[in-house]
């Protein structure tokens, strides 16, 4: 359950995020942010928030574990926004990298969304979002961000 504990701090985050996903477009937009990641409940919670300062708008994400199913489900909302979106992700580490899917839409297209957390050490690591629209067959990643220790 602790699995996001190397996560607890201040860190400096390198966005890449595709234009237009499922477009196949490859231009991508670059954009700094800063983030502080605090620890709960003995390591089965996790939250943080992200500023992205030339975007004009935050975000705060909520880890929280479940130690019957031993699964991570991973909450996000944004500033621009105001609401939490649901379905979370969910999902689980095997070593330094952990997998978490959910089924979501982009602009009306159904997707199988995935997250990939890889843990590079502990001061830099990565997070890596993709959509699938066929059944997991194939996977656009559509934004990254890698995270150095602040």
């Known amino acids: 359950m602790n ?9 400096n985050v390198a966005n890449r995020r595709l234009v237009k996903p499922l477009s196949g ?28 300062p030339t975007k004009g708008f935050s975000g705060l994400t909520l880890r929280l574990y479940d ?27 095997d070593g330094p990298r952990g997998e978490f899917y959910a089924d979501d839409s982009h602009e009306g297209t159904p997707v199988r969304c995935r997250f990939v957390w890889t843990v590079h050490g502990p001061d830099s690591c990565r997070w890596e979002q993709a959509f699938s629209v066929d059944g997991e067959r194939t996977w656009e990643t559509n934004w990254t961000m890698d995270f150095t220790r602040a």
Request: proline content about 6%.
């Open 3 to 11: 699995d996001f504990d190397f996560f607890g701090g201040a860190w």
């Open 25 to 52: 477009s490859d231009v991508w937009d670059e954009f700094p942010g800063s983030t502080v990641s605090t620890r709960h409940f003995d390591g089965a919670a996790n939250f943080d928030e992200i500023v992205f």
């Open 67 to 93: 130690p019957a199913t031993e699964l991570w489900s991973i909450y996000w909302a944004n500033s621009a926004r105001g609401v939490l979106d649901l379905p979370p992700m969910v999902g689980r580490f």
